[in-house]
């Protein structure tokens, strides 16, 4: 079946440490983006990217990097300069521009 | 006035009852629209589209109102399952980038 996988489900995060969460599709998407949702509040944009090697910054990405070496893979990492990392954070991909996104079913990270 | 406004809720309903929402937004040029219901915990997942004609799915039917700038969402005998919080997004497709704004929800309570 075609999806978004994401992984772990569940990830802690000592201070001071950095950390990556993985995004996996085959969709065949060109469009990936990552969000982050704090508990009761809207889908905040992380960072995004259309095409293979190219990335931008969404509205919250200080704190945040990726890497987009695949079509598939969307990998994103919290740095230890994130000093509020505890949220659900949502991968998702897009297949055109006004095609909708669909989302992998998310990583919950906690600090420990 | 922001981008895309949603009452948050909550909205109490007993079953079978018929119940709407609406999803305002602040951009006339905005081209494509979505509804996604999500779940307590969970990612979200697209409910339908909304086309300029007005489009039904079952029980559920969207409407896009361009000249009020809103999209609506109605959910005719609801069912205890559709308790969730449901999401509006509106997309403006650009040359480079496509701008994806999500409501922050409605929250809908199906009582027994």
């Known amino acids: 079946d075609g999806g978004i996988t994401q992984s772990p489900k569940y990830l802690f995060r000592k201070e001071g440490q950095n950390v990556t969460l993985s995004c996996e599709q085959n969709l065949n998407h060109d469009a990936m983006y990552w969000y982050r949702q704090d508990p009761g509040q809207g889908l905040r944009l992380i960072y995004y990217s259309q095409i293979v090697n190219d990335f931008q910054k969404g509205d919250i990405a200080e704190g945040y990097s990726v890497s987009r070496e695949k079509k598939e893979s969307f990998p994103l990492t919290v740095t230890s300069a994130q000093k509020n990392p505890t949220a659900f954070y949502l991968c998702a991909s897009m297949a055109g521009a006004y095609q909708p996104q669909h989302f992998g079913d998310g990583t919950r990270l906690s600090i420990l | 006035r922001k981008e895309v406004e949603q009452d948050p809720g909550p909205f109490n309903v007993p079953e079978g009852a018929t119940v709407a929402f609406n999803c305002t937004y602040s951009n006339s040029a905005s081209q494509s629209f979505f509804w996604y219901r999500q779940d307590c915990r969970k990612e979200p997942k697209l409910l339908m589209s909304?086309?300029?004609s007005g489009n039904e799915d079952g029980r559920f039917t969207a409407q896009l109102n361009r000249a009020s700038q809103y999209i609506s969402l109605l959910i005719r005998d609801s069912k205890l399952s559709d308790s969730a919080t449901y999401l509006c997004v509106v997309k403006e497709v650009g040359n480079r980038d496509d701008k994806i704004i999500f409501g922050k929800g409605t929250r809908l309570h199906i009582l027994p």
């Open positions: 909304v086309y300029s």
